[in-house]
């Protein structure tokens, strides 16, 4: 029974040892200055995760997040910074800030509404498919500032869309707001989750389609709706990257998709689907987070630093298998 | 049936690549150059394909463009391709010292001369040119500033670009070779920063907890400069000196507003423009008339003459 609970926490043990060497080993590691730092670049990856979550419960994998990221930074980064150019018109339209927003997290729900339809209606494989909208993205990215950065993003007050570098630097109450935001969408995950049909059925779907498929459960649907929450949630990082750099350049965001998988994975949650929690998702996104920052404030070297990440995170999975195993036979042994 | 059908197909489309392989593609009216460097999206590249790029066309010749992303298998595709059009010569950014050095050659074997720009490979012979920046020279000029501005004495932090890369490893090189000299300044932090703004970013706001006396960072390239200026400005450390490498024009920007403090200016557009010039001669005259390594300066630039640098080159 102990040992079951040990199990299940096994993702809090990993960070609660962390923290603790890492404070030992660090005066400057449990500071309240650097613990806000420290969550904030957590937020990053925890946003993404949570969207992750969703798709891998539903049984699927999205690849996309990273470029959507990109892409939402430098449509934001463009619309602000020289605006839209209608060209049989002549004219430059600016948007306002929210609207700029408004956009930018459109067009990555877009994408991931995209996938949703590849994956839910032409049944292509979810690996596939993002796989491609993952290079997409990117190009389209790159396509639209031309490979450069759109540097300067704090508007201009004629134009009225000043206020974007808010939504990086802000702070409310003395928390950064991207802190923020990792709690609103993370509380708005948790909820979806549990306490929605929908988020029932996204377990049905990933547990068994089939099964879930025949009960009613209109499977199409909840895959497409996974996705698009996915493609937006990858839109806000990249419109929180690019507001704390004043700067939005097309490569923003490579390599985020893997991040992401492993703060989920971490977090216990099964890539067949069907099993797992978006709580789990944010504390794995904390284990990554807390290794992170707190190896470079020990000074050790970047090359260490990713070979530590993959240890841990084949640790937590092994951990992970350890305990379905333990749970089959303690169901096994309740039955006899 | 099917099958035979499809197997009649395969034959007869295999038939056709063959005869097309054959008699190959006419070559073009006026000769070509292919012009191949790492990913556009880093404006110094950029830069370099685009001078490259108008330079040839000056002088008359078809041009071809692509990256190659510092992938030396897609690069070693990218030398086959040129060699299937026949190119008259190869302009080339390359992915890896030792790694392009089988596609260099195999370029020479097919007759066609290449002229390396921006990084060397360490091979002698087979290239015709290469003409790259003095990453060292630039590298001390960029020290020599950052210690005047320090006042000789203080914490720092260095930000180092991918490791892998070999330019990675020259320019630190020159840092310490001219920084370690002196006892009053003290390396508090260096980490790797992949080139990466957004990394040098997250790097920066973390190290500065562990240590907040820091007075000045030097960065491996601009981008991480950058990224270390808009971390310090979200800290309120506005006056932490940085100084940043590659005189990239969002640099120039930032030096001429008072972010970064200073950079080092590598002639891209020159150099591009010098390798076409060089693939001209060799074309028309056989001959370059330079020797196979050279070596162009870097350039410091600072607020007092920013004015004066253009895109990677003075204006």
Redesign the interface.
């Known amino acids: 029974m102990i040992l079951d609970y040990l199990f299940r926490l096994r993702a809090l043990i990993v960070l609660a040892v962390l923290v603790i060497t890492f404070t030992a080993l ?1 005066p ?2 449990l ?1 309240a ?2 613990l806000t ?2 969550v ?2 957590v937020a990053i990856n925890a946003i993404l995760a949570v969207g992750m979550t969703f798709v891998i419960l539903s049984g699927g994998i999205d690849l996309s997040v990273g470029s959507i990221a990109g892409l939402s930074g430098i449509i934001a980064g463009g619309l602000i910074h020289s605006g839209l150019v209608l060209h049989p018109l002549g004219v430059i339209v600016y948007f306002h800030t929210w609207l700029v927003v408004a956009i930018a997290l459109a067009a990555g729900a877009a994408v991931g509404a995209a996938n949703g339809l590849l994956i839910s209606q032409l049944r292509v494989a979810p690996f596939i498919a993002t796989l491609g909208s993952m290079y997409v993205a990117r190009g389209a990215a ?1 396509l639209t500032s031309n ?3 759109f ?2 993003l704090s508007g201009s007050p004629e134009l009225g869309n000043t206020g974007f570098l808010l939504l990086g ?1 802000g702070t409310y109450l003395g928390i950064p707001l991207p802190i923020w935001l990792m709690l609103a969408i993370a509380a708005a995950g948790v909820f979806v989750a549990v306490r929605t049909p929908f988020g029932r059925r996204i377990y049905a779907v990933g547990g068994n389609e089939k099964a879930a498929e025949l009960s009613g459960v209109r499977v199409a649907r909840i895959k497409f709706w996974a996705y698009v929450i996915s493609g937006a949630c990858a839109a806000l990082v990249g419109l929180v ?1 690019a507001a ?4 939005a ?4 965001g490579e390599t985020f998709e893997l991040n992401a998988i492993a703060a989920v994975v971490l977090g216990g949650t099964s890539l067949m689907g069907g099993r797992g929690s978006v709580g789990g998702t944010i504390i794995g996104a904390f284990v990554i987070g807390v290794l992170a ?1 707190g190896l ?2 020990l ?1 050790v ?3 260490w630093q990713i070979v530590i990440k993959g240890l841990v995170i084949v640790l937590a999975v092994i951990l992970d298998q350890m305990q379905q195993r333990y749970a089959l036979r303690a169901a096994a042994a309740l039955r006899r | 049936m099917k099958l035979r059908i499809s197997a009649a197909l395969t034959a007869a489309l295999f038939a056709l690549m063959l005869s097309a392989c054959g008699s190959g593609p006419q070559p073009p009216a006026k000769k070509l150059i292919a012009v191949i460097t790492p ?5 110094f590249f ?1 830069a370099e394909a685009e001078t490259a790029t108008t330079r040839a066309r000056e002088l008359g010749y078809e041009v071809t463009v692509n990256s190659h992303d510092d992938d030396a298998h897609k690069q070693d595709q990218l030398i086959d391709v040129a060699i299937a059009n026949r190119a008259a010569a190869i302009i080339l950014d390359n992915a890896g010292a030792d790694a392009s050095v089988a596609a260099v050659s195999k370029a020479k074997a097919a007759g066609i001369p290449s002229f390396l720009i921006d990084r060397e490979i360490n091979s002698n012979g087979i290239a015709v040119s290469q003409i790259v920046s003095n990453n060292y020279q630039g590298a001390t000029l960029a020290a020599q500033e950052f210690l005047r501005l320090m006042g000789e004495k203080g914490d720092y932090v260095e930000l ?1 670009g991918r ?1 892998s890369d070999t330019n990675a490893g020259i320019r630190t090189r020159g840092f310490h070779d001219v920084l370690d000299k002196y006892d009053g300044l003290k390396l508090v ?4 920063a ?1 080139w ?3 990394e040098a ?3 920066v ?3 500065i ?3 907040r006396n820091i007075k000045g960072i030097i960065a491996g390239n601009d ?1 991480m400069a ?2 270390a200026v ?1 971390a310090l400005k ?1 800290a309120g450390l506005e006056s932490v000196i940085v100084v940043g490498f590659d005189g990239s024009p ?1 640099a120039i ?1 930032s030096i001429k507003s008072g972010g970064i403090k200073a950079t080092v200016l590598q002639p891209a557009a020159t150099i591009a423009r010098l390798a076409v010039d060089q693939a001209h001669k060799f074309l028309t005259t056989g001959s370059t008339g330079a020797p196979e390594k050279q070596s162009i300066d870097c350039e410091l630039v600072t607020p007092a003459n920013a004015g004066q640098f253009g895109l990677f080159g003075r204006k």
């Open positions: 660090s400057a590691f500071t200055g650097n730092i420290l904030k670049h790159l490979g450069a950065t540097p300067n630097s990257i704390q750099l004043g700067a350049h097309p490569a923003t920052d470079i404030l000074g070297s970047e090359f | 990913s556009n999206d880093n404006p950029k180092v490791e932090s260096r980490q790797s992949n990466s703004q957004s970013f997250q790097k706001e973390t190290i907890q562990g240590n981008t950058l990224g808009a979200n969002d920007a």
